[in-house]
């Protein structure tokens, strides 16, 4: 199992089958809490992109091209900055965008009133196997635009 890992941990959540995040542990199913599911691949796949370094162009490309008027992205970050997105169609076309960095906060929070930032939030990170992180993590939701034919 391919795991999202953070400074050597992995994100562990207790909230299945609540008000929102993951539905439940062999579904594969992250639902936000404005209700858009995302449905992660096998988790012997590669199911997360990962940037661990500014300024270097990194790709996310789907098994199969799929035809949507919109992309949304479950993402998290630990320092804030823009992000330069380029999607690229089948037929050579590229779409150049931009998510400010006021749509993707900083990941950690500590004060669960920070929680209602996030799409998913109560994160917390597994640091090893038996030790949790203080404060908590949250994913952000972006959407982008995107041209469907």
């Known amino acids: 199992m391919q795991s999202w890992s953070l400074n050597g941990g992995t994100f562990f959540t207790t909230n299945v089958n609540e008000e929102y995040a993951i539905s439940s542990p ?3 199913i992250i639902v936000t809490k404005d209700g858009t599911k995302f449905e992660l691949g096998d988790y012997s796949l590669a199911n997360v992109l990962y940037v661990d370094s500014k300024n270097q162009d990194y790709e996310l490309k789907f098994e199969e091209p799929v035809s949507a008027e919109q992309l ?9 900055r823009a992000i330069k997105a380029v999607i690229k169609y089948e037929d050579g076309t590229i779409d150049e965008r931009e998510i400010a960095s006021d749509d993707v906060p900083n990941s950690y929070y500590t004060s669960a009133s920070y929680a209602e930032d ?3 939030s109560g994160l917390k990170l ?3 196997d038996e030790t949790f992180g203080r404060g908590y993590y949250g994913f952000s939701e972006v959407v982008l635009a995107a041209n469907p034919e």
């Not at 949304?72 to 804030?80: A, D, E, G, R, W």
């Open 26 to 28: 062999d579904s594969r």
């Open 72 to 80: 949304h992205i479950l993402c998290t970050c630990t320092s804030t």
């Open 118 to 120: 996030y799409a998913v």
């Open 126 to 128: 597994l640091e090893d």
